[in-house]
C-alpha cells in the first residue's frame, strides 16, 4: 500500500462489509486501522488479499463501541476503568464522556464479560449498533420532580423548626431523614458501589459526609446538603448537554428523507440511508441536499456554510458538486448519487469530530493523571483533620470531624476534570461551524504554538489555474491574426497553458481557424497549418531549437519570469509573431491570510516545485517571509526538519497527497480543499473545507482562546478549592456552602468552556 490507488481500492472492498464501522489508513506506515463489530481478522486479510495485496493482522483485538446512558462526567468514567482494566482480554479503553460511549479493544470472548462487569456498576450498556443516537438527553420524569420537590421542601422546613425549636430534635431528625430519603437514594447507590471497587468519587465521598454529619447530630444540615447537591448535579448534566447538541447540531444538518427518481419516472420520498449510488435525487428550493452528489440538470445558488464555512452562496450547475446538509436556495437541481449516507463528506466531518472528542489533548491526560493523585490525597487530608487535632492539639471532637466532612464534600475533581473535555469539543465544534475540520485535541493545542508556516503554492496560495495575463506582437500590427492562430493551435492541446490561452480567447469571442498537420512537440508546444502557413506554438526551449532566439529577446523572457509568469511563444518559420504570458493566479484571500499570520507573529514560507523566479514573485505579491522553488516532495520535507530541528514548531498547509511526507512532519498539517476528499479528510491534522487560507489564521486564534481557557479552567477549579480548603481548616465553612463550593466551580468551567461555541 504505497498511494492512494491503493487506499481506495481496499477501502471499497471493506466498505461493503457491514462488520466495518470505520477505515483509517496510514500511507506512510502502511498500515490501517480497522473499527468494527465482532469480525474475524482473517476475513479482513481475505478481503484485502483478495485485491492482489498480502495483509497481517498486527493484533487480534477488535473495538466494540458502547453506549452508557448514565455516564455524564469523569466519575463514571473513573469506575468503569478501575472495572474493565484488569480484565482478560481488555487491551484498552477509549472514553468520550460528550456522546456517553466508551470503544473497547478487546479479544472476542472478552464482550459479553465486560459487558456484565459494566452492568454490575448500576449502568445499563448499550452496542452502538443498536442505539441510534448516544447524544439525546435523558430528561428526569415527572415523579423524579415530584420528589426532588419535596425533598427541598422537607431540607428547607428542617432547618427551620431547628431554627426556631418549634418541634422536639427527633421531628427535626424525622423531616431531615424523610428528606435525605426522597432525593438521596440514587447517590447512596452510587456511592455504595463505588466503596465496594474502592473508587473515592463524589458520590461516595458525598454519602460519607451526609451519614458522618446524621451520626454528629447534624440532621438539617445532612438534608440540605443532599438535595442541593441533588439539584446542582441536574443543573451539571444540563450543562454538559449543551456541549453535546454542539455535535448533534452536525448530526441534524442533514434531512432524514430525499425525493429520489423511480425506474418507472416518479418520484417518491425516501430514507436517504436507503438510497442508492447513482440513485438520481430532486432538491427543490429551500430543501437541505440530502445526500453528496453530482449535479445533472438545473442551476441554483447553494449555502455550503455547514460543511465549508463560506460566508456566501455558492453558484452550481450541471457537473458541479453538491453536498449533504448544505441549503439549496434558488431554484430546483437534480443531482446524482455520489456517496452513501454513511460515507458523505458531512458523515466523515461528524465521524472524525467525536474521534476528535475520544483522543485526550496534553492538557487533558495531565489533569486526569493529576485527578488520580488528588482525591485519595484529599481525602487522607480529611481523616487527618479529624484526627490529629483532637488528639494532639485537644481540638474539639464533633467540631474537627464536621470540618473533616466539610473537606470530603470539596475534595472531588469533578471541576478540573470536566472542564477540560468540555473545553475541547467546544473548540472542535466551533471549528467545524467555521468550515475548519481538527482530528484532535492535540492539534487544537498544538495550533497556539505554531511559529512558522510552511505553505505549498500552487491551490493553496494561488487558483492552481494558470490564466492569460499578457499578449505582445512582436514586430507587426496584425495583432488579430495571431490572437487567432495562436486560439486555434491552444485549443487543439490540453496541457494547462495551452488551455489557458484557449479560455482567454473564447471569452473574447476570438474565431477559431481549421488547423491542418497539427502536430505536438512533446515538452516543447504545437504546431500547424492555417490558410497554408506553418505556425509553432511553444516554450523557450521550441524557440532555440528554430534559431529564431536572440539576446533582445531572452531579455524580454526573463523580464515576464522574473514576474512568476510562463512565456508561450507563437513564431512561423522565419520570426517571432506574438508573445503570450500565462500565470496562476494569486487568490484574494491570500494576502490578507499572510498579513493575519504575520500579526499573530507566525514566520511564513513558501515550498513549491515552481522555478525560484515564480516562486519569489508570488512571495513578494503576498508578502510571505521567504521562498524556496524548485523542490521535490523530499526537500520539502528537508526544509520542514530542518525547521523543526531549529527548535521551531512549524505547520504544513499543503494539499493533503503530493505535499505527503511534509504535512506528516510537521507539528501540525493543514489540508486545503478537503470538502468532498476522503484522503485529505482521514490523512491531515487539520481539514481546511473550502480554499480559503484565512482560516488557518482563524485556527490559530481558536487554538489560542482554547488554550486560555483551559488555564483559566484549571485556575478556577483549583483556586477556589484551596481558598475553601484554608476557609474550612478556619472553621469558617459549613458543608452546604462546600455544595456551592463544589458543584458552582463545575458549572462555572463548563460554562466557561461554552463560550468557545460564540466565538
Sequence with gaps: MDCPTEEALIRGKLEKLPEVQALQFNLLNRTLDVRHEPLSPQVLVEAIASL????????????????????????????????????????????????????????????????????????????????????????????????????????ASAEILHFTQLVPEWGVAAISLASVLLCGLAIYKKGWIALKNRNLNINALMSIAVTGAILIGQW???????????????????????????????????????????????????????VAVGSLVRARPGERIGLDGEVVKGNSTINQAPITGESLPVEKGPGDTVFAGTINQAGELEYRVTAEASHTTLARIIHAVEEAQGARAPTQRFVDQFARIYTPAVFLFSLAVAVVPPMLMNGMWFDWIYRALVLLVVACPCALVISTPVTIVSGLAAAARKGILIKGGVYLESGRKITHLALDKTGTLTHGKPVQTDFLPIGTDLPSEYL?????????????????????????????????????????????????????????????????????????????????????????????????????????????????????????????????????????????????????????????????????TVGMVGDGINDAPALARADVGFAMGAAGTDTAIETADVAIMDDDLRKIPAFIRLSRQTAAVLMQNIGLALGIKAIFLVVTLAGHATMWMAVFADMGVSLLVVLNGLRLLRK
Excluded at 447537591?229 to 456541549?243: C, N, W
Excluded at 441534524?252 to 436517504?272: F, M, N
Excluded at 496562476?584 to 490578507?592: E, G
Aim: proline share 5%; charged share 20%; hydrophobic share 45%.
Design 484 to 648: 487567432s492562430a495562436a486560439a486555434s493551435l491552444a485549443s487543439r492541446s490540453d496541457h494547462p497553458v495551452s488551455q489557458a490561452i484557449a479560455n482567454q480567447a473564447a471569452e473574447r469571442s476570438i474565431p477559431l481557424l481549421a488547423v491542418e498537420s497539427f502536430e505536438a512537440i512533446v515538452g516543447r508546444g504545437v504546431r500547424g497549418v492555417i490558410d497554408g502557413h506553418l505556425y509553432q506554438l511553444g516554450n523557450h526551449r521550441l524557440l532555440e531549437e528554430l534559431g529564431l532566439c536572440s539576446t533582445e529577446f531572452e531579455a524580454l523572457l526573463e523580464r515576464f519570469e522574473r514576474q512568476g509568469k510562463t512565456v508561450v511563444i507563437l513564431s512561423n518559420k522565419t520570426q517571432v509573431l506574438a508573445l503570450f504570458a500565462v500565470a496562476d493566479t494569486v487568490k484574494d484571500s491570500s494576502q490578507a491570510a499572510i498579513g493575519e499570520l504575520h500579526a499573530l507573529g507566525v514566520k511564513t514560507l513558501m515550498l513549491t516545485g515552481d522555478n525560484p523566479y515564480t516562486a519569489e514573485a508570488i512571495a513578494a505579491q503576498v508578502g510571505i517571509d521567504e521562498a524556496k522553488g524548485n523542490l521535490l516532495p523530499t526537500d520539502k520535507l528537508s526544509a520542514i526538519e530542518a525547521l523543526i530541528n531549529n527548535g521551531a
Design 52 to 155: 492482489g495485496m498480502k495483509a497481517e493482522p498486527l493484533t487480534a483485538a477488535q473495538g466494540t463501541r458502547v453506549v452508557i446512558a448514565q455516564m455524564d462526567c469523569p466519575t463514571e468514567e473513573r469506575l468503569i476503568t478501575d472495572k474493565l482494566s484488569g480484565m482478560p482480554g481488555i487491551s484498552a479503553l477509549r472514553f468520550n464522556l460528550l456522546q456517553r460511549t466508551l470503544t473497547i479493544s478487546h479479544e472476542p470472548e472478552a464482550l459479553a464479560p465486560a459487558l456484565d462487569a459494566i452492568r454490575a456498576l448500576g449502568f445499563t450498556p448499550q452496542l452502538a449498533a443498536e442505539t441510534k443516537s448516544s447524544t439525546k438527553p435523558h430528561p428526569p420524569t415527572n415523579a423524579y420532580w415530584w420528589r426532588l420537590g419535596l425533598s427541598g421542601a422537607a431540607a
Design 220 to 274: 438539617p444540615e445532612a438534608a440540605m446538603v443532599m438535595f442541593l447537591f441533588a439539584v446542582a448535579e441536574l443543573i451539571e448534566a444540563k450543562s454538559l448537554d449543551r456541549a453535546r447538541n454542539a455535535i448533534r447540531g452536525l448530526m441534524d444538518l442533514a434531512p432524514d428523507k430525499a425525493t429520489v427518481q423511480q425506474p418507472d419516472g416518479r418520484w417518491i420520498e425516501l430514507e436517504v440511508a436507503t
